[in-house]
């Protein structure tokens, strides 16, 4: 290694690399006795930066691209202290490229890493020196390794309750002095939890299985991501539960809870084969909480109806009564006390989720569990490859929130939820996130997702034609892209494999542009057909191709026809012989106040041209 002034030696023999990074001249630097390393410094004083791993390739710059997390095993220890665990992580990882000479992994800043081993295929473990620098996990390997290698990385670390990002976990002590602990990890992400590859940083990289060990204080139960496979009680009185999930989920999703729960059990009829229905209650919100669980089988059933098949067929599905508000997990929902509970306002999905919104709905407990029950299709059984497609998470959840409300309590409920939803979106909102905002999904987490997006997909599923093609649409995305990562390219692409044609306009006008339509108009008949007047206004912010479907009888016949409107004003003939009950339909599948008036024949041709 080449050498500067101000050299800091260390013995570590045959160590090519190890990452001390301090661009302000700090370092941080935990290393194995009896070996040597040189850190150099420039004569400035400035760290000098160590060479970026796997040159030439894609992760150039992030030496977290170049490895592919395939396991998680995590083991945490909660039963001594409930303001700080201890834990161990092993990550089953594969390299992506030739010379990889460091890795890397996120840790969040409430996280004491003490210690690290490393084990590469047929080799033992062997202790290695490693640095923790703004929320990353960096660990030095000996010499270079090749493509394709499997390697084990194990941590050893420390963390504390008290010094967490947003929504990351929640915890108190019940009136008889029992722990209640659960942690919603979507919008802090799960290196504050464990060191990991946090889904906000590289959601494309999704483990294949995911293994936990939760060790909690005795008379305790608890709630981890797939299945219970095994639970032990320690001599100290404490209890091991043993989780295994083998599937594909972000990150973000293996969240766990505990506390003084009852259990009961239900099965459901699921698409794929039965499914234990979980439901973890306080004694003392039993009757609140088993009076929202009487509905978990119809939202279920309305959820497969519209997205296809529960995505986790092999496993259970479980919902806690949790602190927090709502959250979804792998394979459990947590849905917050206060939802449930007669005498607390009800909410819905959207204020729990954002904590911005002024909607209400009595109907709160089940539509937030509805809204959180869809994450299991968008954003767990499939998830985005980016937040700047964080609409793929959480519109269509909305959405699925929606569906169910209308088949639960009527049309005329559903509107007026989309409805609300509309007063609530901004002329200048748009669904894409602009890339600063899209960096976490804590930032990511705009109310327009909830409010807009819902009305996006509704605009989509009039283009498309309706229900029929929207949930084949609907069901071949799901199919398709089981446990990947995803982007709204992809979905677009499914939408032009549905239809034949090219989606890329609408896309450029509902997702990338800004506000909604506003569209004007009347239609008469006149000899040999009717007419159709029709201001669909254009500016800055309004510039979209609105479809409208002209309907009629003839002779007794019904007749339709789907007209595009172009932005701008436009005067339009369709031929029909002596047409009667003439109306204009779709309008009120779009957002803004938009609508076309069918007008007596003899009426004069009058339109607001504003």
């Given at each position: 290694?080449?050498?500067?002034?101000?050299?800091?030696?260390?013995?570590?023999?045959?160590?090519?690399?190890?990452?001390?990074?301090?661009?302000?001249?700090?370092?941080?630097?935990?290393?194995?006795?009896?070996?040597?390393?040189?850190?150099?410094?420039?004569?400035?004083?400035?760290?000098?930066?160590?060479?970026?791993?796997?040159?030439?390739?894609?992760?150039?710059?992030?030496?977290?691209?170049c490895?592919?997390?395939?396991?998680?095993?995590?083991?945490?220890?909660?039963?001594?202290?409930?303001?700080?665990?201890?834990?161990t992580?092993?990550?089953?990882?594969?390299?992506?490229?030739?010379?990889?000479?460091?890795?890397?992994?996120?840790?969040?800043?409430?996280?004491?890493?003490?210690?690290?081993?490393?084990?590469?295929?047929?080799?033992?473990?062997?202790?290695v020196?490693?640095?923790?620098?703004?929320?990353?996990?960096?660990?030095?390997?000996?010499q270079?390794?090749?493509?394709?290698?499997n390697?084990?990385?194990?941590?050893?670390?420390?963390?504390?309750?008290?010094?967490?990002?947003?929504?990351?976990?929640?915890t108190?002590?019940?009136?008889?002095?029992?722990?209640?602990?659960?942690?919603?990890?979507?919008?802090?992400?799960?290196?504050?939890?464990?060191?990991?590859?946090?889904?906000?940083?590289?959601?494309?990289d999704t483990?294949?299985?995911?293994?936990?060990?939760?060790?909690?204080?005795?008379?305790?139960?608890?709630?981890?991501?797939?299945?219970?496979?095994?639970?032990?009680?320690?001599?100290?009185?404490?209890?091991?539960?043993?989780?295994?999930?083998d599937?594909?989920v972000?990150?973000?999703?293996?969240?766990f809870?505990?506390?003084?729960?009852?259990?009961?059990?239900?099965?459901?009829?699921?698409?794929?084969?039965?499914?234990?229905?979980?439901?973890?209650?306080?004694?003392?919100?039993?009757?609140?909480?088993?009076?929202?669980?009487?509905?978990?089988?119809?939202?279920?059933?309305?959820?497969?109806?519209?997205?296809?098949?529960?995505?986790?067929?092999n496993?259970?599905?479980?919902?806690?009564?949790?602190?927090?508000?709502?959250?979804?997990?792998?394979?459990?929902?947590?849905?917050?006390?206060?939802?449930?509970?007669?005498?607390?306002?009800?909410?819905?999905?959207?204020?729990?989720?954002?904590?911005?919104?002024?909607?209400?709905?009595?109907?709160?407990?089940?539509?937030?569990?509805?809204?959180?029950?869809?994450?299991?299709?968008?954003?767990?059984?499939?998830?985005?490859?980016?937040?700047?497609?964080?609409?793929?998470?959480?519109?269509?959840?909305?959405?699925?929130e929606?569906?169910?409300?209308?088949?639960?309590?009527?049309?005329?409920?559903q509107?007026?939820?989309?409805?609300?939803?509309?007063?609530?979106?901004?002329?200048?909102?748009?669904l894409?996130?602009?890339?600063?905002?899209?960096?976490?999904?804590?930032?990511?987490?705009?109310?327009?997702?909830?409010?807009?997006g819902?009305?996006?997909?509704?605009?989509?599923?009039?283009?498309?034609?309706?229900?029929?093609?929207?949930?084949?649409?609907?069901?071949?995305?799901?199919?398709?892209?089981?446990?990947?990562?995803?982007?709204?390219?992809?979905?677009?692409?499914?939408l032009?494999?549905?239809?034949?044609?090219?989606?890329?306009?609408?896309?450029?006008?509902?997702?990338?542009?800004?506000?909604?339509?506003?569209?004007?108009?009347?239609a008469?008949?006149?000899?040999?057909?009717?007419?159709?007047?029709?201001?669909?206004?254009?500016?800055?912010?309004?510039?979209?191709?609105?479809?409208?479907?002209?309907?009629?009888?003839?002779?007794?016949?019904?007749?339709?026809?789907?007209?595009?409107?172009?932005?701008?004003?436009?005067?339009?003939q369709?031929?029909?012989?002596?047409?009667?009950?003439?109306?204009?339909?779709?309008l009120?599948?779009?957002?803004?106040?938009?609508?076309?008036?069918?007008?007596?024949?003899?009426?004069?041709?009058?339109?607001?041209?504003?």
């Amino acid at each position: 290694m080449r050498t500067l002034s101000n050299t800091t030696n260390f013995a570590l023999p045959g160590l090519r690399w190890l990452v001390l990074l301090g661009w302000g001249g700090s370092l941080a630097v935990v290393a194995a006795a009896q070996t040597q390393l040189v850190i150099t410094q420039s004569a400035d004083n400035r760290t000098e930066p160590a060479r970026e791993s796997c040159q030439g390739k894609p992760c150039e710059r992030d030496a977290r691209a170049c490895i592919d997390v395939q396991s998680y095993d995590l083991d945490l220890d909660f039963s001594s202290n409930e303001d700080q665990w201890t834990g161990t992580v092993v990550v089953g990882l594969t390299t992506l490229h030739p010379g990889v000479h460091r890795l890397e992994l996120d840790a969040g800043h409430n996280l004491q890493v003490t210690g690290c081993r490393l084990a590469v295929q047929g080799e033992a473990p062997q202790t290695v020196p490693f640095a923790v620098r703004d929320e990353r996990l960096q660990v030095g390997v000996a010499q270079d390794l090749p493509e394709g290698e499997n390697v084990r990385l194990t941590a050893l670390f420390a963390g504390k309750l008290s010094e967490t990002g947003r929504h990351a976990w929640s915890t108190e002590r019940t009136a008889a002095g029992a722990l209640r602990f659960d942690c919603a990890l979507q919008y802090a992400g799960a290196h504050h939890l464990f060191p990991c590859k946090a889904s906000f940083y590289h959601p494309e990289d999704t483990p294949q299985a995911s293994h936990l060990r939760l060790r909690i204080p005795a008379g305790l139960r608890a709630i981890g991501p797939g299945s219970l496979r095994a639970s032990e009680r320690q001599r100290d009185g404490s209890t091991t539960f043993d989780f295994q999930l083998d599937h594909a989920v972000p990150t973000w999703a293996l969240g766990f809870a505990f506390g003084p729960y009852q259990m009961k059990t239900q099965v459901w009829p699921a698409a794929g084969g039965p499914l234990t229905l979980e439901f973890y209650r306080l004694e003392e919100h039993r009757e609140a909480f088993d009076r929202v669980m009487g509905e978990l089988p119809a939202i279920l059933t309305s959820l497969e109806a519209t997205f296809g098949p529960y995505p986790f067929p092999n496993e259970r599905l479980a919902v806690v009564e949790t602190l927090s508000a709502s959250s979804a997990n792998a394979t459990w929902t947590g849905l917050g006390s206060e939802l449930f509970l007669e005498a607390e306002p009800a909410r819905s999905s959207a204020q729990d989720e954002t904590q911005t919104s002024s909607v209400t709905t009595r109907l709160g407990a089940s539509r937030v569990l509805s809204h959180e029950l869809s994450h299991a299709w968008w954003g767990i059984g499939l998830s985005v490859a980016s937040w700047q497609d964080a609409w793929l998470h959480e519109s269509f959840a909305s959405y699925g929130e929606l569906v169910y409300l209308g088949a639960s309590q009527g049309a005329a409920r559903q509107e007026e939820a989309f409805q609300t939803f509309a007063s609530g979106i901004s002329p200048k909102s748009r669904l894409q996130m602009c890339p600063l905002a899209s960096r976490s999904a804590a930032t990511a987490s705009s109310p327009v997702l909830w409010f807009k997006g819902p009305w996006v997909l509704r605009a989509m599923r009039q283009e498309i034609g309706g229900e029929a093609p929207w949930s084949q649409a609907l069901g071949t995305f799901q199919a398709e892209h089981r446990f990947q990562t995803v982007r709204t390219s992809d979905w677009m692409a499914t939408l032009e494999a549905q239809t034949g044609h090219s989606w890329q306009r609408f896309f450029d006008e509902w997702f990338v542009g800004k506000g909604y339509p506003r569209v004007r108009g009347i239609a008469r008949v006149v000899p040999g057909g009717i007419e159709l007047r029709i201001n669909n206004h254009q500016g800055e912010d309004r510039n979209f191709h609105v479809p409208i479907d002209l309907t009629w009888t003839e002779a007794g016949v019904a007749k339709r026809q789907r007209i595009l409107l172009e932005p701008g004003m436009q005067v339009l003939q369709v031929k029909a012989d002596k047409p009667q009950d003439v109306r204009v339909e779709g309008l009120d599948q779009i957002l803004g106040l938009n609508f076309v008036r069918v007008l007596p024949d003899a009426s004069p041709a009058l339109i607001d041209e504003d």
